[in-house]
């Protein structure tokens, strides 16, 4: 029989016995941020757990970890610890075990209805790089950028190309997103554009959230890197199109990306999705050995992005697509990050790039869905370009299991205007 928890869960909830993803939060405003999970439409606040000395493996006992007010101490512990604390709270959480179950002073304590918390980053994110690591998101990217000489250009083939974003304006969902304002392209011999972005658009990612970090010097074997991922959230990196095209070349992306990225605030382990790994498109030419692994792995996580205009009540879905259609897997992307010696740290974010499927419905942005603005895309009625103040963007993902569900929760902005 499937496991099941004492807490009645929804069987579309996202969060079933069988995900049990990590947060932050704060029960009170007044209250110090700490680490719980989600189940259900609760949080199990880890620090009332552990300060009932739930956590009696030999890892983890006396530890303090979920006494911080951050998981990257926990993080950092690796692999070994992460498999005590969820094996720990899959069994309290459990139907079938007493310890919390029937014991409700402690269920009070421990127990929160997840809308009466603040959710939390939930980690401290020391740096953050953005990868571009989708086939089919590359090649429209070219076409529209580049022409179609050669789209895709040849080094992509060979090497997980990134950029280094910026850690300093990674916010947690539901923090409104302010248009920048920044310089476009001159046009018709005119001096350069300056004033709110015009082409502002959402970029439909997930990040490996780093475990344990390496030494500076010392690379990943990319057969040990799943060994540093601690789980996934949903990312997006919202882009300006205009400041981007202008300023990107040479050196890459810069204010047209940095004003602001958003995470989803629960990171869901590779443990609760390991049912849901699958085999990775297969890469032709083959890469470097250094890039070879043993095992090449996706997880089939469906991903949707849902678009509500101001003037509406109701959302639109705006794409489809999956992280199964990565081409280069999470795993290349960190051994590649740490093979000239570059060290990752606990809680370091890593960008999969934006996530587009073969399919025109699936394209993870609206500078593909709308080919850089010569379509519109209907929201119920609305005409949407690029989008627009008042709008409010959600990414969800989601694996489908047999009568359950793993899932990211949400992860969501809304435009606002600068200040005058
Ligand atoms: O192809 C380009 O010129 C630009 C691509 C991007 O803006 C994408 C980026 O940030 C990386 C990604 O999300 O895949
Ligand atoms: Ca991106
Ligand atoms: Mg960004």
């Not at 309290?92 to 919390?100: D, G, I, K, Q, V």
């Not at 500076?216 to 990196?237: R, Y």
């Not at 399919?359 to 869905?369: K, M, N, S």
């Given at each position: 029989?499937?496991?099941?928890?004492?807490?009645?869960?929804?069987?579309?909830?996202?969060?079933?016995?069988?995900?049990?993803?990590?947060?932050?939060?704060?029960?009170?405003?007044?209250?110090?941020?700490?680490p719980?999970?989600?189940?259900?439409?609760?949080?199990?606040?880890?620090?009332?757990?552990a300060?009932?000395?739930?956590?009696?493996?030999?890892?983890l006992?006396?530890s303090n970890v979920f006494h911080q007010?951050?998981l990257?101490k926990f993080?950092s512990l690796?692999?070994?610890a992460?498999?005590?604390a969820?094996?720990?709270?899959?069994?309290?959480?459990?139907?079938?075990?007493?310890?919390?179950?029937?014991?409700?002073?402690?269920?009070?304590?421990?127990?929160?209805?997840?809308?009466?918390?603040?959710?939390?980053?939930?980690?401290?994110?020391?740096?953050?790089?953005?990868?571009?690591?989708?086939?089919?998101?590359?090649?429209?990217?070219?076409?529209?950028?580049?022409?179609?000489?050669?789209?895709?250009?040849?080094?992509?083939?060979?090497?997980?190309?990134?950029?280094?974003?910026?850690?300093?304006?990674?916010?947690?969902?539901?923090?409104?997103?302010?248009?920048?304002?920044?310089?476009?392209?001159?046009?018709?011999?005119?001096?350069?554009?300056?004033?709110?972005?015009?082409?502002?658009?959402?970029?439909?990612?997930?990040?490996?959230?780093?475990?344990?970090?390496?030494?500076?010097?010392?690379?990943?074997?990319?057969?040990?890197?799943?060994?540093?991922?601690?789980?996934?959230?949903?990312?997006?990196?919202?882009?300006?199109?205009?400041?981007?095209?202008?300023?990107?070349?040479?050196?890459?992306?810069?204010?047209?990306?940095?004003?602001?990225?958003?995470?989803?605030?629960?990171?869901?382990?590779?443990?609760?999705?390991?049912?849901?790994?699958?085999?990775?498109?297969?890469?032709?030419?083959?890469?470097?050995?250094?890039?070879?692994?043993?095992?090449?792995?996706?997880?089939?996580?469906?991903?949707?992005?849902?678009?509500?205009?101001?003037?509406?009540?109701?959302?639109?879905?705006?794409?489809?697509?999956?992280?199964?259609?990565?081409?280069?897997?999470?795993?290349?992307?960190?051994?590649?990050?740490?093979?000239?010696?570059?060290?990752?740290?606990?809680?370091?974010?890593?960008?999969?790039?934006?996530?587009?499927?073969?399919?025109?419905?699936?394209?993870?942005?609206?500078?593909?869905?709308?080919?850089?603005?010569?379509?519109?895309?209907?929201?119920?009625?609305?005409?949407?370009?690029?989008?627009?103040?008042?709008?409010?963007?959600?990414?969800?993902?989601?694996?489908?299991?047999?009568?359950?569900?793993?899932?990211?929760?949400?992860?969501?902005?809304?435009?606002?205007?600068?200040?005058?």
């Amino acid at each position: 029989m499937a496991l099941k928890s004492f807490i009645e869960v929804d069987h579309d909830s996202h969060f079933p016995i069988q995900n049990l993803p990590y947060g932050v939060f704060k029960p009170q405003p007044s209250s110090s941020p700490r680490p719980g999970v989600a189940i259900g439409d609760f949080v199990l606040d880890l620090s009332e757990i552990a300060s009932a000395a739930l956590f009696d493996g030999p890892l983890l006992k006396n530890s303090n970890v979920f006494h911080q007010p951050n998981l990257n101490k926990f993080i950092s512990l690796g692999r070994p610890a992460w498999k005590e604390a969820r094996a720990t709270i899959q069994k309290l959480l459990s139907a079938t075990e007493p310890t919390l179950r029937d014991n409700a002073a402690l269920r009070q304590k421990s127990l929160l209805p997840v809308s009466s918390v603040e959710l939390l980053l939930p980690v401290v994110v020391g740096d953050y790089t953005d990868f571009f690591s989708s086939l089919h998101h590359t090649k429209n990217c070219g076409l529209i950028f580049r022409g179609p000489q050669t789209p895709v250009l040849e080094n992509w083939y060979h090497l997980p190309i990134a950029y280094h974003g910026r850690a300093s304006s990674v916010v947690i969902s539901g923090t409104d997103i302010i248009r920048p304002r920044g310089q476009a392209h001159p046009s018709g011999g005119s001096p350069p554009y300056f004033g709110p972005s015009l082409k502002l658009d959402f970029e439909l990612e997930m990040a490996t959230v780093v475990g344990p970090g390496n030494e500076l010097g010392k690379p990943v074997d990319i057969n040990n890197a799943e060994d540093h991922i601690f789980g996934l959230v949903l990312l997006n990196d919202w882009s300006a199109r205009d400041i981007q095209a202008w300023e990107y070349i040479p050196l890459g992306p810069f204010l047209g990306k940095n004003f602001g990225t958003t995470i989803s605030p629960w990171i869901v382990t590779l443990e609760a999705l390991e049912p849901f790994a699958c085999e990775a498109p297969k890469q032709d030419p083959p890469p470097l050995p250094y890039l070879t692994e043993k095992e090449s792995k996706n997880y089939d996580i469906s991903l949707e992005v849902h678009i509500k205009p101001a003037e509406h009540e109701d959302s639109s879905v705006v794409t489809r697509s999956s992280l199964k259609h990565l081409y280069w897997t999470l795993t290349q992307q960190l051994a590649h990050h740490t093979i000239n010696g570059c060290n990752l740290r606990p809680g370091d974010l890593l960008g999969t790039g934006t996530i587009s499927g073969p399919e025109p419905e699936a394209r993870g942005c609206l500078l593909e869905l709308t080919w850089n603005g010569q379509n519109s895309l209907s929201l119920n009625g609305l005409d949407r370009k690029f989008l627009e103040d008042g709008d409010e963007v959600t990414l969800t993902g989601y694996c489908k299991g047999n009568g359950y569900t793993v899932g990211f929760g949400s992860c969501s902005g809304k435009i606002v205007p600068p200040a005058p």
